[in-house]
Nanobody
Framework: QVQVAESGGGQVQTGGSLTLSCEVS????????MAWFRQTPGKEREFVGL????????SYADAVKGRFTINKEYLKSTLYLRMNSLKPEDTARYYC??????????????????????WGPGTQVTVSS
């Protein structure tokens, strides 16, 4: 049984920084893609960024590229999302998801929520103007 849990959400002012964590347990293997998505009321859940293993490949949505960074320490179970230069538009509930299959660089499913089978309950990020 795969369990996903996010933490680290909170309120921050425009221009500030915040780091989210995603803990995954019960993983059946060691070949996977993990991703961060976010969602606001009335909008579709949108892709933020991903981490793929093996290879430590990362990819980011244009809206956050250059401001957000995903990393995972070797042999650690926690995936991090470092958010810098936050804007009010970044306000959303942030979700961590994982797929037990590794989606390669050219696979479009990695950018869509339907590509992931396991989700955490989310953590709220609010950026004040």
């Amino acid at each position: 049984q795969v369990q996903v849990a996010e933490s680290g959400g909170g309120q921050v002012q425009t221009g500030g920084s915040l780091t989210l964590s995603c803990e995954v347990s019960g993983r059946p293997g060691n070949s996977y893609t993990m991703a961060w998505f976010r969602q606001t009321p009335g909008k579709e859940r949108e892709f933020v960024g991903l981490f793929s293993w093996p290879g430590s490949r990362t990819s980011y949505a244009d809206a956050v590229k250059g401001r957000f960074t995903i990393n995972k320490e070797y042999l650690k179970s926690t995936l991090y999302l470092r958010m810098n230069s936050l804007k009010p538009e970044d306000t959303a509930r942030y979700y961590c998801a994982t797929s037990t299959n590794r989606m390669i660089n050219s696979d479009p499913r990695q950018y869509n929520e339907n590509g992931y089978g396991y989700w955490g309950p989310g953590t709220q990020v609010t950026v004040s103007s």
